[in-house]
């Protein structure tokens, strides 16, 4: 099994910058892809980024442009820079490990609460 855990959240005003990371463990060879989720109040939880073990990246419109997506594969860390946050940026993100092996899964972390203020 895999377990994600995360940290980094906090508060900050808008404009400002965080970094998220999440430090993974268990069977990583398992999986292939990460990814940061995150899941504002009251809304579904929706895609942010997504990287690969080579480090190929895709994000969602949203947060094209202000957040990095990175990892470090010796480490087993994944991380996320946000930056130029926006109030509509706060959400509870959640880390994601996709599994492929035996069979595919998804592991998540327990989240880490991200508030922007205005």
């Known amino acids: 099994q895999v377990r994600l855990v995360e940290s980094g959240g906090g508060l900050v005003q808008a404009g400002g910058s965080l970094r998220l990371s999440c430090a993974a463990s268990?069977?990583?060879?398992?999986?292939?892809?990460m990814g940061w989720y995150r899941q504002p109040p009251g809304k579904q939880r929706e895609l942010v980024a997504r990287?690969?073990?080579?480090?190929?990246?895709n994000y969602a419109d949203s947060v094209k442009g202000r957040f990095t997506i990175s990892r470090d594969n010796a480490e087993n860390m994944v991380y996320l820079e946000m930056n130029s946050l926006k109030p509509e940026d706060t959400a509870v993100y959640y880390c994601?490990?996709?599994?492929?092996?035996?069979?595919?899964?998804?592991?998540w972390g327990q989240g880490t609460q991200v508030t922007v203020s205005s």
């Open positions: 990287i690969t073990r080579g480090g190929s990246t």
């Open positions: 268990g069977n990583i060879f398992s999986t292939n892809v």
């Open positions: 994601n490990a996709e599994r492929i092996w035996p069979a595919r899964a998804d592991y």
